[in-house]
């Protein structure tokens, strides 16, 4: 019998043994399908299988490196995450001790990807990070419709809407495309010097002057970043809990990804959250799929057309 006669491994991508072994692969994929907080629609536990499955149809090939860079670094799709339901608290501990013991075990990535699940497991995520890297050169990047500065919410201070708070109170944060907040949380965010909010019109503008200020909040840390798909524009990514009207193009989302991985330090972890699938409407799925793909090779591809390290370069001007 030939391998021909078997689809490919049910992983990220659907690559190989030989490019996705544990001890082959420069980035791990963690699957967290938790969702307790949700507050209007739901559906985000189904979000990382889905991007998974689309993952299988993206081409491995991309323009932008005239390659297929994942033959050079692998990515090996970890088990996904036991899942703790008797409180927010308990699973976003456990979301804490999970990334700690990935990434500090015998064989551990360059860069971990997760996938969530609601958003308030990147509260745990950057924990985990600071628990084995420290804090000291840390900050986070964080692409959403809301700012998520709540300090609880719904009796939770452990809720999808206060994740954005609960990454504060380990590193400072830059947000991106954020257009839905309370009164509180804009009172907040006037008077907190640890936290640069980037309003979806200014994401919006096409000069893109906000990209050198966040070229320069990168530049040498070590970042977290953590994107809520309800960060891009609802008319190419519909799947996800609240899609707020304005937001975030495909285009521009790059344009952030390469700017922070093109000036940053390191990129240990990022995360990618909230996808409520629709059934049998694809598209947002595969966007998602695309994206990961995108992150992974931004952080670990070899070299890259000239054309794209001027366009990083640019912003840090």
Known sequence: ??????????????????????????????SIPYEATTSYGAGTREGPAAIIAASRQVELYDREFDSEPVMEYGIHTTLPLNLVHSSPEAMIQSVESAVAALLSGPQRPEVLGVLGGEHSISAG???????????????????????????????????????????LDVCPVFQIGIRNLSIQEAS?????????????????????????????????????????????????????????????????????????????????????????????FRAPDFLAAKLVYKLFSYALAGKKKATDKRRQQQWAK
């Open 125 to 167: 995520v950057v924990r985990g990070l600071a628990k084995v890297d420290g804090s000291d050169s840390l900050v986070a990047v964080h692409v959403d419709a809301h700012s998520d500065m709540r300090e609880e919410y719904e009796g939770s201070p452990y809720s999808h809407a206060c994740a954005a708070k609960r990454i």
């Open 188 to 280: 907040f965010l006037r008077g907190c010097s640890q936290v640069k909010t980037v309003y979806s019109e200014e994401a919006a503008d096409p000069s893109g002057k906000y990209l050198r200020d966040l070229a320069r909040f990168v530049k040498n840390k070590q970042v977290f970043f953590t994107i809520d798909l309800d960060g891009l524009d609802p008319s190419i990514m519909p799947s996800v809990g609240t899609p707020e009207p304005g937001g975030i193009s495909w285009e521009r989302m790059l344009d952030i990804a390469r700017t922070v991985f093109g000036n940053a330090g390191r990129v240990p972890v990022f995360d990618v959250v909230e996808l409520a699938p629709i059934p049998g």
């Open 1 to 30: 019998m030939t391998n021909e006669l078997f689809q490919t491994p049910w992983n990220f991508l659907g690559l190989p043994d030989e490019i996705s072994a544990p001890d082959r692969s420069r980035g791990w994929l963690l």
